[in-house]
């Protein structure tokens, strides 16, 4: 059962600019992920939020969570070519067992 | 530290044919799962394990079989491929579902 979707499907931008993606997702959570994925490549851990947490910082990526809207955003600032991937975003599942990924933003950053 | 190994990275298979996919870890993680990624549908879960000897299903189990004899191994097994199969498989283990988890690079997957 899909708990994530992110937004927008595809997003491409110029080197140097923001990317914001977002995730929303339906039922209450302890903690949100977001991954990269680049091309034909396993996918790599980028930051978890809890739940208790409203922002957190990584380098160039700030993801935010607003449990009451039940949505997320992660900001990639100063966007470079290597920042070309998709991205997903990872909540629980019903049971609190697993985690459910949702389809990806793909993003593609221009040089 | 290799991390997570699957192998193979390619594999085609004939309708009806068996195989088993392996994925071995080397971080003494107790959280091991399987997932296949299908265009425009995110990954979706197939099998998991929280231990040795302990597996579950996942969302889409149907036509897979797993055990978890060590800490360290989770193959999975097609017991006779369909066309449907045909998708990108990823092994990922972890501490637990709410700890990152870590990916290995996929096994590619075509059922003719």
């Known amino acids: 059962s899909q708990q994530g979707e992110e937004d927008p499907q595809a997003l491409s931008i110029q080197e140097g600019e923001n990317a914001t993606m977002n995730c929303s997702y339906k039922?209450?959570?302890?903690?949100l992920q977001w991954y990269r994925q680049n091309s034909g490549r396993g996918l790599v851990h980028l930051i978890l939020i809890r739940s208790n947490e409203r922002e957190k910082h990584s380098g160039r990526l700030r993801v935010t969570l607003d449990t009451s809207k039940k949505s997320s955003s992660l900001l990639i600032t100063a966007s470079r070519a290597a920042d070309t991937a998709s991205y997903f975003c990872a909540t629980e599942d019903n049971y609190g067992q697993n985690f459910v990924f949702g389809p990806g933003t793909r993003l593609s950053v221009l040089p | 530290n290799a991390g997570v190994t699957q192998t193979p990275k390619f594999q085609v298979l004939k309708t009806g044919q068996s195989m088993t996919l392996q994925c071995a870890q080397d971080?003494?993680?107790?959280?091991m799962s399987w997932y296949r990624q299908d265009p425009g549908m995110g990954l979706r879960l197939i099998h998991y394990s929280v231990g040795a000897g302990i597996t579950d299903q996942g969302e889409v189990p149907n036509g897979y079989n797993v055990s978890r004899s060590t800490t360290e191994d989770f193959p999975l097994r097609l017991l006779s491929a369909a066309p449907s199969q045909t998708s990108v498989y990823f092994c990922?283990?972890?501490?637990?579902?709410?700890?990152?988890?870590?990916f290995g690079q996929g096994t590619r997957l075509t059922v003719v």
């Open positions: 971080m003494n993680h107790e959280y």
């Open positions: 039922t209450s959570i302890n903690n």
């Open positions: 990922a283990s972890g501490r637990g579902w709410n700890t990152e988890a870590f």
